[in-house]
């Protein structure tokens, strides 16, 4: 009986997951700038969104996972490539990939990798040390609790502000495409 | 050896999904009945529709191959196979070749979490619903990039129609379903996403949730049944497609294999979409009148409807043996059609064994209520004349958008009626 317990759920959270999906996500991501062709970019970049919400499921997060599915890439990359199909795509495949700022792109990257660095190297003393105290089964539920519950809530606030910067934003788009109101 | 046949029995006494007992074999094994009996629904859906519709119309329908045209999809499927794979010149050959297997995927993939029993799912999630309702929304990647790829005209049209109506109709979608999920938080177990977990709470509140708040979930439902309808792009909602003015819309430079991929992916999410309305509003897999017609008398009697719906179907299987021509061409397809009525009547007769009855009565109940959504549909189809493209965005963000906002709000209100009474008074007291 044993075997068969030590088959029936292995965990997910193994160093070959992580690389693997961390991959899928890189190079996705260098897709993204290279490819000429914006839906190619635009279909890299769901790779790389899909790969994301991979790796929040390894994370013990599937509401997260859930929630990046429906919202980037079944949401947002819709729209993106519904304006991509409306602009003329002949005019942006002539157009110069990338411009002539590399000095300050370098400084950047190297900044970038530096703070990667530092973390991967320090970043058991930088950060608490958190242990999931939770079943992943009651994941949405914990979340739920974490932004409405009377006692435990305490990201109701922060939650609704930024919904609230989203509807700004909406009313913003629709207050420069009309002409009158 | 003994091992592996241990692994395999560990399971049937376990009574949990193959994914909840985290048993490989029997996910394998529900994953290829599950595949294989979509692809046989699809099948069987394809003859039904063009069957359904003739008889609408006045008409016969396919009735050469094969009696009453009985074999008439598998011949569609052959010559579909058969056919040239064409990819225009001009076309992004590469997204092309992806856009089918997009849709595919994302059709059934859900699939996964459709609840056919309390343990007949291949695996039960957290997430269950708001799975079914990300990974669907995936398809219309599938729709758009198809559109795109073609490089032509009428596909690029339906594909921006599509991914403009999908992404409309999933906004009212989801606040009729986020209404029924706030439905379930009034178990005692607490609110819940998993599929299997919103049949259970249906069973302990001893309400299918159509009928909760009165008329509330029967906004609801509605709501979702008319967006589910845009969602799948069907009639009279089927504008991507809309063969008088976009030829076949998205897929009209797809041939052969990769436009049957489309059929397929086409009929599995009406199935899919389907499944979400019977599992949020309809109970599920849950026999109907459970209040009403209760006890185990009851019980009985309900467990032979499996069987005896079978030996119905044999019977009038029988009554079209009877009067096909006497003719001596028919004898073949005479024939055949006694064997149908006799495979059909034996799987009658096995549902009346004991041990069967047991354990397919969910399944049963599930595929009625979804088979009646599928007659629904092809009633739809017969019934209903297109709508504009206007008139669909009309209907999606004025009509269907408002109600769905104010039947969140007040199932809200409804359901923490207590509550906000409560607080109320005491705010009263206070002041």
Partial sequence: MNPTMAVSNPPVATAFFFYLLATIMILGGIMVITRKNAVHSALALITALLAQAGIYLMLYAPFVAGVQIILYAGGIMVLFLFVIMLINLERTLKERQFNKQWLVGLVAAAALGGLFITVFTKGKSLFPEGHLTYSESFNTQEVAALLYDSHRGMYMFAFEIASLLLLVAIIGAVVMAKKRI | ?431
């Fill in chain 2, 1 to 431: 050896m003994g091992q592996i046949v241990q692994y395999i029995q560990s399971y049937l006494s376990s009574n949990q999904t193959p994914g909840g007992a985290g048993n490989f074999f029997w996910a394998t094994v529900y994953i290829l009945i599950v595949f294989g009996g979509l692809s046989v629904a699809v099948i069987a859906m394809n003859w039904l529709e063009r069957k359904i519709l003739a008889h609408m119309q006045v008409r016969l329908g396919p009735m050469r191959v094969g009696p009453h045209g009985l074999l008439q999809p598998i011949a569609d499927a052959l010559k579909l196979l058969l056919k040239e794979d064409i990819i225009p010149a001009e076309a992004d050959a590469l997204v092309f070749l992806l856009a089918p297997m997009i849709v595919v995927l994302a059709a059934f993939t859900v699939f996964i979490v459709v609840p056919f029993g309390p343990t007949h799912a291949i695996t039960d999630m957290n997430i269950g619903i708001l799975f079914m309702l990300g990974v669907s929304s995936l398809s219309v990647l599938g729709v758009v990039t198809a559109g795109w790829a073609s490089n032509s005209h009428y596909p690029l049209i339906g594909a921006l129609r599509s991914s403009a109506q999908m992404v409309s109709y999933e906004v009212a979608m989801g606040l009729a379903v986020v209404s029924a999920i706030m439905m379930t938080s009034l178990s005692p177990e607490g609110g819940t996403l998993s599929m299997i977990g919103i049949v259970q709470a249906q069973q302990v509140q001893a309400q299918w949730f159509i009928f909760k708040f009165f008329p509330l979930g029967l906004i609801a439902f509605v709501i979702f049944a008319i967006a589910m309808v845009a969602e799948t792009n069907r009639a009279p909602f089927d504008l991507p497609e809309a063969e008088s003015e976009l030829t076949a819309g998205f897929h009209t430079e797809y041939s052969g294999f990769r436009w049957s991929l489309f059929f397929l992916a086409e009929y599995s999410a009406m199935i899919a979409v389907s499944s979400i309305a019977v599992t949020l509003w309809l109970g599920g897999w849950l026999r109907p009148f459970p209040n009403a017609l209760s006890g185990s008398t009851w019980e009985l009697i309900f467990s032979f409807i499996p069987g005896l719906t079978f030996l119905a179907l044999a019977a009038m299987t029988f009554y079209n043996v009877v009067r096909m021509p006497k003719h001596p061409l028919f004898k073949i397809q005479t024939a055949g059609l006694a064997g149908f009525g006799a495979v059909l009547g034996l799987i009658g007769l096995i549902l009346f064994v004991p041990a069967v009855r047991d354990r397919v009565g969910d399944i049963f109940w599930f595929s009625a209520k979804v088979a009646a959504f599928m007659y629904l549909y092809i009633w739809y189809r017969g019934t209903f004349p297109r709508y504009r493209f206007d008139q669909l965005m009309k209907v999606g963000w004025k009509v269907l958008l408002p109600i769905g906002l104010g039947l969140l709000v007040s199932t809200a209100v409804v359901g923490m009626r207590v509550e906000l009474w409560d607080s109320l008074m005491r705010l009263i007291h206070h002041s």
